[in-house]
């Protein structure tokens, strides 16, 4: 079974804060995903990255930024959180398209941002 | 730009009935996925459909997709309470396919 691993379940961090999202997936796959969820908003793309190293802007990057220095980890930065960035950070991971490209999700970090 | 929208958004329905939940997308796409979620969990795969007329069916659920329509469809039978989640419709960006564009969801309360 494909496994995906957030670091943390839960996260309360001080505006201003550098904050650490760390994913780790177990299967290989080259692409991995940063999602945040937020009520009547959905699913909303952050970041993602396609291999060791590369990144694309999501829709929302802005006040994020990601890092991938091995195929297996995937982390996302607030580089000084704030408040409007409280929400549920999903982590994805995906092998690619020629195997359908399904995307198997981590269990979720809620961030309180005060 | 890629816009997916699923209706209805909220379906409260008693069980035993039957009833469909929609998905349309605005681009062209020859696939589309369903997940999953239960309150306060991540989502789970459930459907993947990967051609025009493709048809997959698990327990009470089966979905389908019209890639001409740009139309997919989650049909349920007979519902249960144990179906009571949220589900999501994604389709692949045309930009850089490897990501997904996400419904807003269809939160589902099938009542005893």
């Known amino acids: 079974d494909v496994k995906v691993t957030q670091s943390s379940r839960y996260l309360v961090k001080r505006t201003g804060e550098k904050v650490f999202l760390e994913c780790v997936q177990d299967m290989d796959h080259e692409n991995m995903f940063w999602y945040r969820q937020d009520p009547g908003l959905g699913l909303r793309l952050i970041y993602f990255?396609?291999?060791?190293?590369?990144?694309e802007k999501g829709d929302i990057p802005e006040g994020y930024s990601v890092s991938r220095e091995k195929k297996e980890r995937f982390s996302l930065i607030l580089e000084s959180a704030s408040t409007n960035q409280t929400s549920m950070y999903l982590c994805?991971?995906?092998?690619?398209?020629?195997?359908?490209?399904?995307?198997?999700f981590g269990p979720g970090t809620r961030l309180t941002v005060l | 730009e890629l816009k997916v929208e699923q209706n209805p958004l909220f379906l409260s329905m008693q069980e035993g009935k039957n009833y469909t939940i929609y998905c349309n997308y605005s681009t062209t796409s020859d696939r589309l996925y369903w997940y999953r979620q239960d309150p306060g969990k991540s989502l789970e795969s459930l459907f993947v459909l990967l051609s025009n007329g493709a048809v997959k069916q698990e327990g009470r659920l089966m979905a389908s997709l019209d890639t001409k329509a740009r139309l997919s469809t989650l049909h349920i039978t007979a519902a249960v309470h144990d179906l009571s989640a949220t589900y999501f419709c994604?389709?692949?960006?045309?930009?850089?396919?490897?990501?997904?564009?996400f419904g807003s969801g269809t939160r589902l309360q099938v009542q005893p």
């Open positions: 994805a991971s995906s092998l690619g398209l020629e195997i359908g490209n399904e995307q198997f």
């Open positions: 994604a389709v692949p960006r045309w930009t850089g396919r490897r990501a997904l564009t």
């Open positions: 990255s396609y291999d060791v190293k590369m990144k």
